[in-house]
């Protein structure tokens, strides 16, 4: 994959990849009517919205009704690119599974304490405490070890530590994983490993090629680490105000804080730009 930096070069914009939280989705987790406007009018000019989100399909429906948008989306940082109105599946990655039990042993070997969730093809599991650190409610209930719950391909390992920074937790899974998978964090408690190579920009780098959309026609906006290899990839790319250090680093421009509308702003003066 090409990894020279975005160019913000003005061009015809063809696709736009966003964020869920933190960009399209306000700090109390709520999207104003603007935003939910400005993604509209996008879509009606023949431009490609593109949510690109880490949380799995089975956490996101909540957005899904809000935003009212049912094309292309893409979950779990890049593992799973869905057409939701036409119920297809047009790419997916996954782990393999002896990776992610790995992984779970080590790092609860190294660090008593640590909790775990699975993100599998069609399901979700995990243990006590996890879901104290998510916005939205899951529809499962914890159990005692994931490793009981490995069934399947597995998607995204969630690992999470009530003592240690996500700095800490981060480079000791980083360490334990190695070049088998990769590792990102959203700005909640918890960091989360996709399989090898696996990142949004990974996956909107495919869309393009199967949608004959060239890189710089995509315009990409985005607030965390796991954002920044999205924030990279495309032609023109955008970090929330209230984005993080390495987002902004990894952005061509930084633009308003998601409570003021900074998303739907930057839209419409791209829509204005061109038409």
Known sequence: MDQDMSTNDGGHIRMIATDIDGTMLRVDGSMSARTQKALHQAQAAGIHVVPATG??????????????????????????????ERGETVRAYWMN?????GLVVELRAKFPGAGFGLELEDDVTFEPGFQDLIPTKLRAEPID???????????????????????????????????????????????????RRVTKALAIEGLCADLGVRRSEVASFGDNHNDVSMLQWCGQSFAMGNGSDDAK???????????????????????????
């Open 55 to 84: 949380r799995p399909l089975m956490a996101a429906y909540d957005v899904i009704e809000d935003l009212g948008l049912h094309n292309y989306w893409i979950f779990a940082n890049g593992a799973l690119t869905r057409h939701l």
């Open 145 to 195: 070890d994931v490793l009981d719950g490995i069934h399947g391909r597995v998607q995204k390992v969630v690992v999470f530590h009530p003592e240690l920074s996500i700095d800490e937790l981060f480079e000791a899974t980083c360490a334990a994983i190695g070049d088998h998978g990769v590792v990102s964090y959203t700005g909640l408690d918890f960091v989360e490993v996709g399989a």
């Open 97 to 101: 599974p002896a990776v992610a039990q």
């Open 249 to 275: 680093a990894a952005a061509g421009a930084v633009i308003g804080h998601t409570d003021e509308d900074g998303l739907a702003i930057k839209i419409e003066e791209l829509l204005e730009a061109q038409s």
